[in-house]
T-cell receptor, first 114, second 117 residues
Framework: ETGVTQTPRHLVMGMTNKKSLKCEQHLGHNAMYWYKQSAKKPLELMFVYNFKEQTENNSVPSRFSPECPNSSHLFLHLHTLQPEDSALYLC?????????????FGSGTQLSVL | AQKITQTQPGMFVQEKEAVTLDCTYDTSDQSYGLFWYKQPSSGEMIFLIYQGSYDEQNATEGRYSLNFQKARKSANLVISASQLGDSAMYFCAMREGENDSNYQLIWGAGTKLIIKP
């Protein structure tokens, strides 16, 4: 248990559906992240929020929409996804201070787009 | 060019033997940090060990140590006395620069380690 909780653990959705992934951390961290992990590819950073402000958006398609209402919660809203969006979506958090902070990850949401 | 290279896609190791997982990196920055994470089948990434580029000694955390060879740009993970629970994917990652607002970790493709009883 790392202190980062993601729900749901598994999600199957059609291309016309709208769904949301949720992430919650109770570690007192000030930064939260969404990563995408596809088979046989390195982790891809999607979004970063620092003190609720989005500081990174790595050219992610607009069908992915993040939301960070407070420093403990992070959402990823999904709509009109494509089959190639099927992947493990990992949330992480950290306490940003000196640059060597480790990330604490959730267990991820395994997303399948049909 | 890849910034983080893990040349071993998979490894089988006998229980209780030591394991070395390779990681080479490419950066022109003088200040950077190197991380190793473990990902068991449950999915979550677990931090194992960190090495800063200015750290003179190799990092150690329990059974984990990092063989840091700066001139060769390698940061191999060594697991002593492997256990069945060590079976997992292992990822090497790097953060470049001194700017503490640089949130980007550059990740390797990972090595799948299987410990045989």
């Amino acid at each position: 248990e790392t202190g980062v909780t993601q729900t749901p653990r598994h999600l199957v959705m059609g291309m016309t559906n709208k769904k949301s992934l949720k992430c919650e951390q109770h570690l007192g961290h000030n930064a939260m992240y969404w990563y995408k992990q596809s088979a046989k590819k390195p982790l891809e950073l999607m979004f970063v929020y620092n003190f609720k402000e989005q500081t990174e958006n790595n050219s992610v398609p607009s069908r992915f929409s993040p939301e960070c209402p407070n420093s403990s919660h992070l959402f990823l809203h999904l709509h009109t996804l494509q089959p190639e969006d099927s992947a493990l979506y990992l949330c992480a958090s950290s306490l940003v201070r000196t640059g060597n902070e480790k990330l604490f990850f959730g267990s991820g949401t395994q997303l399948s787009v049909l | 060019a890849q910034k983080i290279t893990q040349t071993q896609p998979g490894m089988f190791v006998q229980e209780k033997e030591a394991v070395t997982l390779d990681c080479t990196y490419d950066t022109s920055d003088q200040s950077y940090g190197l991380f190793w994470y473990k990902q068991p089948s449950s999915g979550e990434m677990i931090f194992l060990i960190y090495q800063g580029s200015y750290d003179e000694q190799n990092a150690t955390e329990g059974r984990y140590s990092l063989n840091f060879q700066k001139a060769r740009k390698s940061a191999n993970l060594v697991i002593s006395a492997s256990q069945l629970g060590d079976s997992a994917m292992y990822f090497c990652a790097m953060r470049e620069g001194e700017n503490d607002s640089n949130y980007q970790l550059i990740w390797g493709a990972g090595t799948k380690l299987i410990i045989k009883p």
